[in-house]
Antibody
Framework: EVQLVESGGGLVQPGGSLRLSCAASGFSFSDSWMTWVRQAPGKGLEWVANIKEDGTEKNYVDSVKGRFSISRDDAKKSLFLQMDSLRVDDTAFYYC????????WGRGTLVTVSS | DVQLTQSPSFLSASVGDRVTITCRASQGINSYLAWYQQKPGKAPKLLIYAASTLQSGVPSRFSGSGSGTEFSLTISSLQPEDFATYYCQQLNTYPITFGQGTRLEIK
């Protein structure tokens, strides 16, 4: 069974940093593109970033470029999202997903940016 | 960026109804379109990819069509578990974008 479990969310002040993790199991992680999608409370879905199987290609939505960094550790079957210079409008549930078309999703982790 | 506009944004329908949701792209995206269903408090679920390919395990009452700039998701006979919010997503051009969502509620 495919499982994705996010962790690392929480409350952080504007300008602060957080590192999200996503633990994967039940599929060939090293052969999969991986994606982060976020959803502000009560709002729609926003694609954030994705990373190629070998980590050589990374893509970001403009609003996080230069502030967020996606990475992966295939040995640990883990995906990461380093989030720096956080802003109030980064507040959202962050979902980890398998693929560019996201065929499997984690349950999400809530990031709240507030003073 | 490619803008996706879904219509309607809100839809009220009854069990057994046939419903269609439209997704219009601001520029051609070939068939690089997916549809997701999301229920309150849950992660989205992939229904259709490549505009018309049904994801494994998804009931056949769901179907997708279209290419270029006009796409649609049809549910042939609504079931109680289908009342949810539906999103289209384009993967032709970075940044990948989602439509604003269509909320489907019970009449």
């Amino acid at each position: 069974e495919v499982q994705l479990v996010e962790s690392g969310g929480g409350l952080v002040q504007p300008g602060g940093s957080l590192r999200l993790s996503c633990a994967a199991s039940g599929f060939s992680f090293s052969d999969s593109w991986m994606t982060w999608v976020r959803q502000a409370p009560g709002k729609g879905l926003e694609w954030v970033a994705n990373i190629k199987e070998d980590g050589t290609e990374k893509n970001y939505v403009d609003s996080v470029k230069g502030r967020f960094s996606i990475s992966r550790d295939d040995a640990k079957k883990s995906l990461f999202l380093q989030m720096d210079s956080l802003r109030v409008d980064d507040t959202a549930f962050y979902y980890c997903g398998r693929g560019t078309v996201v065929s499997a999703w984690g349950r999400g982790t809530l990031v709240t940016v507030s003073s | 960026d490619v803008q996706l506009t879904q219509s309607p944004s809100f839809l009220s329908a009854s069990v057994g109804d046939r419903v269609t949701i439209t997704c219009r792209a601001s520029q051609g995206i070939n068939s690089y379109l997916a549809w997701y269903q999301q229920k309150p408090g849950k992660a989205p679920k992939l229904l259709i990819y490549a505009a018309s390919t049904l994801q494994s395990g998804v009931p056949s009452r769901f179907s997708g069509s279209g290419s270029g700039t006009e796409f649609s998701l049809t549910i042939s006979s609504l079931q109680p578990e289908d009342f949810a919010t539906y999103y289209c997503q384009q993967l032709n051009t970075y940044p990948i974008t989602f439509g604003q969502g269509t909320r489907l509620e019970i009449k």
